[in-house]
C-alpha cells in the first residue's frame, strides 16, 4: 500500500498545478460567500426589525436559508475539488478503486452492522469501493440521525453517527456476532458503576471480558458467542485495533458479523469537503485528506485481513 509520505508527494507535486487553480477559485468564492452573507444579515435584521415579535421565526429562517444558499454558492467547487484532487488520491492509492462523490455506503448494511440504532434518517457521500490484496472493501462518509420529540411536540435530530464506515471481508464465516464499542461507561463513571451498567445493558448481547487490560480500558465487547469472541479477538487483533484507534485519534466502534467486518471512526464532519476559509496549499490541511484516505484503506493492512488467519467455513 502507499504510504502517507507518497501520497503526500502526489498532492503537492502531481496535483499541484490543479490546486492553483483550485487555491484562486477559492479566494474569489470566499469574496462571493463574505458579500452575500453581509447583504442577507443586513435583509434579515431589518425584516426582524419591522416584525418586532417575530424575531424568533425570523432566526429560524436566517439560519434554514442561509445553509441553503451557502451550500449553493459551494456546490460548483466541492464537485471540482472532488473529481480533480479527491479522485485521483484515491486512485493513486490504487488504480482500481471506484469512486463516487454522491452516494454511500447503503442503510442495509450500516443496520446490519449493529454498532448503531437504526436511523430515521441518513445520508451520505465520496463512496469507495474495491478489492486490496484481494480483500474487497468499500467505505463512505455517513451521516445517520434519530428524530426527537420533545415535551412540546416540537421535532429535532440527533446525530447518531457521523465519520467514516467501512466494511471489508473477514476471512472468516462467523456463526454468532461480536461488537466493540468505545469504553464510554467505565472511564465516565469508573470501574465498579461502569461495569455494572455494561453488564446490564438491555441493547446490547451478552458482555465479553477480555483479559488484556489495555483493551479493556478501551473498548467494551459484546457477543452472542462468548467463545468465538475470544477466538475472534486474539492478543493480535487486540493490539492491532488499539493501535489503529491511537492512529485515528477518533472513537472507534467495530462489528464482526457473517463474514464481514464493519468499522466506524466518528470525525462530526463531512470528511472531504474542502473549506473555503482555509488554503488548498496549506500543508495541514493537505494531510488531512491524505491521512484520513490512508487510515480507510490501512484497515487491511492493520487487521491483516489478506491472510488467511481464519479459514472460511
Known sequence: MKSVSYLTDFYYKTLFPTLEKLERDRKNLRHKIITVATAYTAICVVIAYSLGSFYEFVLFAYIALGAIIYKFLVHDYTHEFKASVIKPLIHAIDHTLLYSSKTHVSEYLFEHSQLFEKPDKMNGNDYVKGSIDGINIQFSDIH???KHQNRNSRESWITIFQGLFIIADFNKLLSGNTVVLPDTAQNRFGDVIGH??????????????????EFEKEFVVYSTDQIEARYILSHSLMNRL?????????????????????????????????????????????????????LAISIVEELKLDQMLWSKR
Open 242 to 294: 488499539l493501535t489503529f484507534k491511537q492512529k485515528s485519534k477518533h472513537p472507534l466502534y467495530i462489528s464482526f458479523i457473517g463474514s464481514h467486518v464493519y468499522m466506524a471512526i466518528s470525525y462530526n464532519k463531512d470528511l472531504f469537503e474542502p473549506s473555503v476559509f482555509r488554503s488548498l496549499l496549506d500543508y495541514k490541511v493537505a494531510m488531512e485528506y491524505v491521512k484520513t484516505l490512508h
Open 196 to 213: 455494572w451498567m455494561q453488564s446490564n445493558n438491555i441493547a446490547r448481547d451478552e458482555l465479553v471480558k477480555m483479559d488484556d487490560l
Open 144 to 146: 445517520a440521525q434519530k
